[in-house]
């Protein structure tokens, strides 16, 4: 990784969508089987418990396994970033485990403010879900809480809001058009194979999602001048950003 002047850097969407990608490409030997376990799981008990109250069920756990997920994939930027994997699938994973409930109240919650500000007049929707896109990432890193994990995130964002939303609709964009696809595809087939299909859009697409929010998430820290990770004073960010003004948000 570069070792550049944090100073001189800032969030450059083309350069963190490439660094996503190239996480994915040399890491997919972890990234894609923990999906096809973690998503398979979910997608049965989608499938089973689809009628009624039972859904819920299915709800929960469909949350559960995206934030363990989530989770464990902050966790593997957070060892790769240094050059090399120093842990296991299972270190990584047993790595997320005491704050799993963190995540998913933070998660319920920020979903329940975005979705108010998108019904309201979509705007306070895009601003909170720019601000609040590496809250998965402070959890599991820093370990503030609850509530300072919002105002932890809207700091690491703040000054650079107009490129880290870039980012948000690149990434919206391509898993918009990957949707309808698979859309398409769900409605020639029947209820086994719809579920087959929306579990492998899970273990394809799910990476991506979570990779950017951590990648911002170590990028922006040492944009502000901190070491990428708490631990240690390794300064990475993705090769080539260049100097440029500040965000809105």
Do not use: C
Request: charged share 15%; glycine share 10%; hydrophobic share 60%.
């Amino acid at each position: 990784m570069t070792d550049l002047d944090p100073g001189a850097r800032r969030i450059e969407p083309g350069r963190i969508i490439g660094e996503v990608f190239r996480i994915y490409r040399e890491q997919a030997a972890v990234l894609l089987p923990v999906a096809v376990v973690l998503f398979a799981i979910d997608a049965v008990v989608t499938y089973v418990l689809k009628d009624g109250a039972l859904a819920f069920i299915a709800s929960l756990v469909t949350l559960v396994a995206a934030t363990f997920y989530q989770g464990m994939v902050v966790q593997l930027v957070r060892d790769v970033i240094d050059g090399r994997r120093d842990n296991s699938i299972g270190d990584l994973l047993r790595s997320v485990s005491p704050v799993v409930l963190t995540l998913i109240v933070v998660s319920i919650l920020a979903a329940i403010a975005t979705g108010i500000g998108f019904i309201l007049l979509i705007v306070p929707g895009l601003f909170l879900l720019t601000i609040w896109s590496v809250i998965a990432p402070v959890v599991v890193v820093e370990r503030p809480g609850v509530f300072a994990s919002f105002g932890r995130s809207r700091a690491l964002v703040k000054g650079h809001g107009w490129q880290v939303f870039g980012v948000i609709v690149l990434v919206f964009g391509l898993l918009l058009v990957v949707a309808v696809l698979t859309a398409i595809l769900i409605a020639a087939v029947g209820d086994v194979g719809g579920a087959v299909i929306g579990w492998a859009l899970n273990v394809v697409t799910a990476p991506i999602s979570a990779l950017v929010a951590a990648v911002l998430y170590f990028a922006l820290r040492v944009i502000h001048g901190e070491p990428a990770r708490p631990e240690d004073a390794v300064q990475w960010m993705p090769p080539g950003a260049l100097p440029g003004g500040p965000g809105l948000a």
